[in-house]
């Protein structure tokens, strides 16, 4: 079976699937459509009754990788750290203080499939990104640390934890039934993590990024 690559990110105030309606000849939603959607909301509405108050710090969450899964940290110095840290610090700047990056917050992708088009918006990402891992640390802190864990079969997963902004994400690597096992296992960590009661009362960033992870 060919190997695939895959990837969950949980940023703060990640809302769950959302509804998308694909319109067909004449504008009508198509069937399928409704159907996915219907029972999107159904599972997402049986979730949401389940999710009881029982948090855990970031801390207590890094303490589980180690003990119950074996995590190593991934060198702050590795390519791989140093990529991730770039995109999750320009997506939490974009978040929190969008004024840093001036007209760069704003780009809008170009119409149709203009190849120079693409390639200038793609640029024009990748400035962003620079503008915003240029951003000194002392003015806008970002704590990273990505935990590794090696499963048989050749497959792996990576938990990044933010403890300044309160961010857990996850990345995958492996076949799709490693795959399948791998978001279950996140899921189980994320959910380790948890909700306290006020989370649940006020559906906080932390609530609704747990449960877009449990319904991922």
């Not at 769950?16 to 997402?44: D, W």
């Not at 949401?48 to 702050?76: C, F, M, W």
């Amino acid at each position: 079976m060919g190997k695939g690559a895959d990837s969950v990110s949980i940023i703060g105030g990640a809302d769950g699937p959302t509804s998308i309606f694909i319109a067909g000849k004449g504008g009508k939603v198509k069937l399928t459509t409704c159907i996915q959607n219907y029972f999107c909301k159904l599972k997402r509405n049986r979730i949401k009754k389940r999710i009881t108050a029982n948090p855990h710090t970031l801390d207590e969450v890094v303490e589980l990788l180690k003990r119950e899964y074996g995590a190593l940290e991934v060198s702050q110095q590795s390519h791989n750290y140093l990529e991730q840290r770039k995109c999750l610090k320009a997506s939490l700047i974009m978040r929190h203080r969008p004024d840093f990056l001036g007209e760069l917050m704003d780009l809008k992708p170009p119409e149709g499939e203009d190849v120079k088009a693409l390639k200038a918006f793609w640029e024009q990402i990748q400035e962003r990104e620079m503008v915003a891992a240029e951003i000194a640390d002392d003015i806008f802190p970002v704590d990273f640390h990505i935990y590794e864990i090696k499963c048989p079969e050749n497959c792996m997963i990576q938990i990044g934890v933010e403890t300044v902004w309160h961010v857990i994400d996850g990345s995958f690597s492996g076949d799709k039934k490693t795959m399948k096992e791998m978001k279950k296992l996140f899921r189980e960590i994320y959910l380790y993590y948890g909700v306290t009661s006020e989370d649940i009362k006020n559906e906080t960033e932390r609530y609704k990024s747990l449960l877009a992870t449990l319904c991922s």
